[in-house]
């Protein structure tokens, strides 16, 4: 079931699609290529990309590593997307394996130097826009978002105070989360300006990491018996 906030492809031989990224974002109606680890490094010149950058396309298990926020050794995306209040981010991610079901969530952080490129990620406060996990049929939001051909869209509230945001997005996989530190997550971040006339400023953040531990109910769990009849998301 998908929560809404109020304020208050390049194929690799060892296996590329075994787990996925996000790959490219329609932000306020315009596209920009998400960072490519299979391809962007071994480019020259190296494509500018408002994502952050990730190694691979593997899952950061460990929730107390800085790595939970933006990616394993991360370092910030060159370019900055404009987008308006209210509009919307749509997330095309790599093929997604259907054996890894769970949850989505997204969250902003304000950058207070107004260049989210100059911000250490685990200093930020974060507030979440959008979750979904469990749908009511028994199925998860990871089998919807492959039957809407890997995508996810998020809306930015339309309230929120304009200027520079860190954007973080990720996928939760509980394939394996009944096993200590066996969910997989996979984190993405991307710098946005945002403008609009609103002054909504969050009251409840998180830092990350910290947001999560390994043994919230959302994390550490058997997804497949006995089979859950509701789920509690990770986060706030």
Known sequence: MKASFILGTIAY????????????????????GGYLPFSDPYQNPKPQRIGW??????????????????????????????????????????????SHRGPTMTYLASCPSGDCRKE?????????IDHAGLNSDG????????????TWTVTIPAEL?????????????????????GAQFYPMCANLEISGNGDGVPSETVKFPGAYKSDDPGIFLNIYWPVPTSYVIPGP
């Open 13 to 32: 031989a060892g296996g590329a699609f075994a787990h996925g990224y996000v790959q490219e974002m329609l932000i306020d109606n315009q596209r920009y």
């Open 53 to 98: 950058t990730m190694p691979n396309n593997g899952p950061i298990e460990d929730v107390t590593s800085r790595a939970i926020v933006c990616n394993l050794d991360s370092t910030p995306g060159a370019l900055v997307a404009p987008a308006s209040a209210g509009s919307k981010i749509t997330f095309f991610w790599t093929e997604w394996p259907d």
């Open 120 to 128: 250490d990620p685990t200093m930020l406060n974060w507030f979440k």
């Open 139 to 150: 199925t998860w939001i990871s089998d919807t978002i492959i039957k809407n051909n890997s």
């Open 161 to 181: 105070k304009a200027g520079a945001y860190l954007l973080r997005h990720e996928l939760l996989a509980l394939h394996a989360s009944h096993e200590v530190n």
